[in-house]
């Protein structure tokens, strides 16, 4: 009876302990970093991201765009798909040569670093919002808002007139206005649907354990792996019983390279401590039915079968002396 009531509960409740409803992806974003190491040495990269998931790359030597996937063009026709990878070849080479003329004017020194981050994110209630961020070196430098060039706090009076230049340029200020408000929502809720099969796709995690490099004398590393899973949400934690180990130290989420996730925790523990210990994961991939690795068993279970093994080969030497024996 009880059996059945805790299989009734488990079907029942398969999300009771399972980690937040899967994540979809919200925001399409390109990012742009451009490398100047002098006045003839430039390197310029470009991408496109569906939050942490890249869709497209860019070839700057051809000026070419690269589909990463094959619903990476979303609902746009080619047409207009061949359009916007001529405006952002042009873009390319006229931002290079533009910075590459205005390096005194806007008080650079090679070498430095551009980087760009354009898109668009949906909120809840199907709001769209649109940004463009430009950092210089890593902080922060300008924004784009509200038709205009908004120097960043951080930017200093170099990004204040960096802003005073770019104003006489109204006609780029329209297209970057059109490709954020109008063509990054239409293109980022035609690319939600082209690859809704991909995106909300649920790839199960595998799960080891291993001892990393000891903390120090008597004490041990537990390392639990969790990798190729799908989404990206992903609860992991050190238990002894049902307590949680609140020391569990949780890694930066690593992709591999067929799109799903690794991610590992690790637990310092006194060696005498580890037995018993168990790592617990969660994913919205498992249904409810969380993974959970025990310390030391399956070293234990080895051990068995080794004795187990041992104890019969004991046994038919022994059967087969006494036969020989007799015989
Ligand atoms: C410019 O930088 C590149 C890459 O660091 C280097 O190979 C090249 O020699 C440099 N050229 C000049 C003129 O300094
Ligand atoms: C944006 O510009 C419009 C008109 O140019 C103005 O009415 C509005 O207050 C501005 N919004 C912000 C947040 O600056
Ligand atoms: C693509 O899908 C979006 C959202 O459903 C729609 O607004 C748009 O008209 C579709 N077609 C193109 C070519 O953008």
Not at 14 to 26: E, F, I, L, V, W
Not at 70 to 83: R, Y
């Amino acid at each position: 009876m009880l059996l059945l009531l805790l299989v009734l509960l488990a079907v029942l409740f398969p999300g009771a302990s399972s980690c937040s409803a899967s994540q979809r992806p919200t925001s399409f974003y390109i990012i742009q970093i451009t490398s100047f190491a002098n006045s003839t040495w430039t390197r310029y990269r470009g991408s496109g991201w569906l939050d942490d998931l890249q869709i497209h790359g860019w070839n700057s030597d051809t000026g070419t765009a690269i589909f990463l996937k094959p619903w990476s063009k979303g609902n746009f026709s080619d047409a207009e798909i061949t359009d916007l990878v001529e405006l952002f070849r042009v873009y390319d080479f006229s931002f290079i040569r533009e910075m590459q003329a205005h390096v005194s004017e806007f008080q650079l020194e090679y070498p430095f670093e551009i980087q760009g981050i354009a898109g668009c994110e949906l909120h809840s209630g199907g709001a769209i919002l649109s940004f463009l961020r430009g950092a210089l070196g890593g902080q922060d430098f300008v924004s784009f808002r509200n038709s205009s060039c908004v120097p960043a706090p951080e930017g200093g009076s170099r990004a204040q007139l960096v802003c005073t230049l770019l104003r006489p340029y109204g006609d780029i200020f329209q297209i970057v206005e059109k490709l954020l408000y109008e063509t990054c929502p239409r293109y980022l809720l035609g690319v939600l649907e082209a690859g809704k099969a991909d995106l909300q796709r649920q790839v199960k995690p595998k799960a080891w354990l291993s001892s990393g490099s000891s903390p120090g004398p008597g004490r041990l590393l537990l390392v639990c792996h969790v990798s190729g899973f799908y989404p990206k949400p992903m609860w992991v934690m050190w238990m002894r019983g049902e307590q949680e180990q609140q020391d569990t130290q949780r890694g930066d989420f690593l992709p591999n390279a067929d799109g799903t996730w690794y991610l590992q925790a690790t637990l310092d523990v006194a060696a005498g401590e580890a037995a018993g210990l168990a790592c617990r994961v969660k994913h919205s991939s498992l249904g409810g039915q969380d993974l959970i690795l025990y310390w030391g068993r399956s070293i234990s279970i080895v051990v068995i079968i080794l004795a187990v093994i041992v104890l019969c080969l004991i046994i038919s030497s022994g059967l087969v002396l006494w036969f020989l024996r007799r015989w």
